[in-house]
């Protein structure tokens, strides 16, 4: 999963959830949410890692203040990183879809 926020199925703003829709799969709504949280975790994770690779190419040795100015490119990468909607919206969404794999050792 290389590009784990697809922007055309998840809402850029907060939704309101009927908490009924949220537990129907678990049958606890803090199951359901702690499965959201924890996937909400891996996408900020993942989206954090990939704009320090991308920031990383910029980032210099020998950066002194002098020597530090904007760079149109680096500003670019930051605004689509911040436009993107937030993790917890995309984990929501995907619980919702079925597209969260996830399993309860003691419920096995």
């Keep these: 999963m290389n590009n784990p926020v697809n922007k ?8 309101t959830r009927d908490l ?7 049958d606890n709504i803090y199951e359901s949410i702690v499965i959201m949280s924890k996937r909400a975790n891996q996408i900020s994770n993942n989206v954090k890692e990939e704009l320090h690779q ?3 190419e910029f980032a210099s040795s020998n950066d002194n203040l002098e020597e530090i100015f904007e760079n149109r490119e680096q500003i670019e990468i930051s605004k689509h990183y911040e436009k993107l909607p937030k993790p917890s919206l995309v984990a929501v969404q995907e619980f919702l879809e079925d597209k969260i794999y996830y ?3 003691n419920k096995e």
Excluded: E, G, M
């Design 54 to 56: 991308k920031l990383s």
């Design 20 to 26: 009924r829709d949220l537990d129907i799969k678990t």
């Design 8 to 15: 055309s199925t998840v809402a850029s703003s907060t939704v």
């Design 103 to 105: 399993r309860n050792p």
